[in-house]
């Protein structure tokens, strides 16, 4: 199994521009999950998923849309990206009980927007 | 709404100090409590975690006890390594459903 998968790992955008983050995990989870990691905030939760076609918005949703059509996958898009969208971006998911139980971390993508 | 507090960092300690990061929480209900870790360039991986009261999750040396009275869930290890140097992430769930929420983390340095 390669667990979850996250692309790019790295990533420069000018301010105005657009992309999708790329998740997916083959372990045949019903929750993935977008966070964002910045200095002194800890991990703030962008939206959520708790299976295919079913999305919620986190705590910082602004800016960011996403789609579940699989199960697999899970895109995070950034319709016009801002400087204060630069961070780390963590996708992640977790099997039979949800959130009750371990969440499986991709490595993240660091995204600086110029 | 909940929150977690976690002490803050860093904190630099020698090898086989002994180390308590403190960790405190607010939720309805009964959360799940749990311990993370994220290593350099890495994602988190789950440490430890802890469904009810006085219940003690453990794992790799680490240890923490769900102590409803005090609402706290503090980590613990007896003697740190190097390998041990990390960040370190409080967080609770008080449903299935329901995301984790997660404390703002706490660096750990282990100097030889």
């Known amino acids: 199994n390669a667990g979850v998968t996250q692309t790019p790992k790295f990533q420069v955008l000018k301010t105005g521009q657009s992309m999708t983050l790329q998740c997916a995990q083959d372990m045949n989870h019903e929750y993935m999950s977008w966070y964002r990691q910045d200095p002194g905030m800890g991990l703030r939760l962008i939206h959520y998923s708790v299976g295919a076609g079913i999305t919620d918005q986190g705590e910082v949703p602004n800016g960011y849309n996403v789609s579940r059509s699989t199960t697999e996958d899970f895109p995070l898009r950034l319709l016009s990206a801002a400087p204060s969208q630069t961070s780390v971006y963590f996708c992640?998911?977790?099997?039979?009980?949800?959130?009750?139980?371990?969440?499986?971390f991709g490595p993240g993508t660091r995204l600086t927007v110029l | 709404g909940d929150s977690v507090t976690q002490m803050e960092g860093p904190v630099t300690l020698s090898e086989e100090a002994f180390l308590t990061i403190n960790c405190t929480y607010t939720?309805?209900?009964?959360?799940?409590l749990f311990w993370y870790v994220q290593y350099p360039g890495e994602g988190l991986q789950l440490l430890l975690k802890?469904?009810?009261?006085?219940d003690k999750g453990s794992n790799k040396g680490f240890e923490a006890t769900y102590r409803k009275e005090t609402t706290s869930f503090h980590l613990e290890k007896g003697s740190v390594q190097v390998s041990d140097s990390a960040v370190y992430f409080c967080?609770?769930?008080?449903?299935?459903?329901?995301?984790?929420?997660f404390g703002k983390g706490t660096r750990l340095s282990v100097i030889a």
């Open positions: 939720a309805t209900g009964y959360p799940s």
């Open positions: 967080a609770l769930t008080v449903s299935g459903n329901t995301p984790l929420v």
């Open positions: 992640a998911s977790s099997g039979t009980g949800g959130f009750y139980n371990e969440q499986f």
């Open positions: 802890a469904t009810k009261a006085d």
